[in-house]
């Protein structure tokens, strides 16, 4: 059971470009949503993260977009740059428990 | 570097083998957690450790699997009797305290010959 269903798979985006990366959830229990940027041989970074509290939150390029009626949340990047090109994954956690449930990844590539 | 420390990076082993995958946390974080990635995978959660203790093992084979937390020293996932189906990157991650964001090390990337 995916508690968490991630999409797209694989995005390609043109530099300066808006990505989005969607995510939805199943268990009206999560009350943390965080977003995590990962590189090849690397562990996953905090990139952002939001409670079910607030419909936005932007940090430099980098928005959440939550939507608690659909159970959905979303993140944009605006003016996309090469060095965005990495595996986004969005996360859920229960609240009161601590391991985050992810999504399966999307691999972001932004071209030139 | 302040961050969350792994090793080793990568570690090849024989089936049947035992692998042992240090974490230790950042300065002052006294939970752990242990997560496992296979390609083209999100991580899944293995288990949650305080010092001396295991908060929530859900995620780890009841078998062959076993992690620890000692007062001193670093988080210890150990894998006994190794098989293929083990091979993957194991995450390492820490936090301050329960509910807050939890930070990664850069994995231990665990090959079944």
């Known amino acids: 059971q995916q508690q968490v269903k991630q999409s797209p798979q694989s995005l390609i985006v043109q530099k300066g470009g808006i990505s989005i990366i969607n995510c939805a959830y199943e268990?009206?229990?999560?009350?943390?949503f965080p977003w995590y940027q990962q590189f090849p041989g690397k562990g996953p970074a905090l990139l952002i993260a939001?409670?079910?509290?607030?419909s936005e939150k932007k940090e430099g390029r980098f928005t959440i977009s939550f939507n608690k009626s659909a159970k959905q949340f979303s993140l944009h990047i605006m003016d996309s740059q090469p060095g965005d090109s990495a595996t986004y994954f969005c996360?859920?956690?229960?609240?009161?428990?601590?391991?985050?449930?992810f999504g399966k990844g999307t691999r972001l590539s932004v071209i030139a | 570097n302040a961050g969350v420390m792994q090793n080793p990076r990568h570690l090849v082993r024989r089936r049947g083998q035992e692998a042992r995958l240090r974490c230790s946390p950042m300065?002052?974080?006294?939970?752990v957690y242990w997560y496992r990635q296979l390609p083209e995978e999100g991580l899944k959660f293995m288990v949650y450790?305080?010092?001396?203790?295991?908060?929530?093992e859900s995620g780890m084979p009841k078998e062959r699997f076993s992690a620890e937390f000692p007062k001193e020293g670093p988080s210890i996932l150990r894998i006994q009797q190794v098989v293929r189906g083990d091979s993957a990157a194991y995450f390492c991650?820490?936090?301050?305290?329960?509910?807050?964001?939890?930070?990664f090390g850069d994995g231990t990337r665990l090959s079944i010959l």
């Open positions: 991650a820490s936090s301050l305290g329960m509910e807050q964001p939890q930070h």
């Open positions: 268990n009206t229990a999560f009350d943390y």
């Open positions: 939001i409670r079910p509290d607030v």
């Open positions: 996360a859920g956690r229960y609240s009161g428990n601590t391991p985050l449930v």
């Open positions: 300065k002052g974080h006294s939970h």
């Open positions: 450790l305080q010092k001396e203790n295991i908060i929530d």
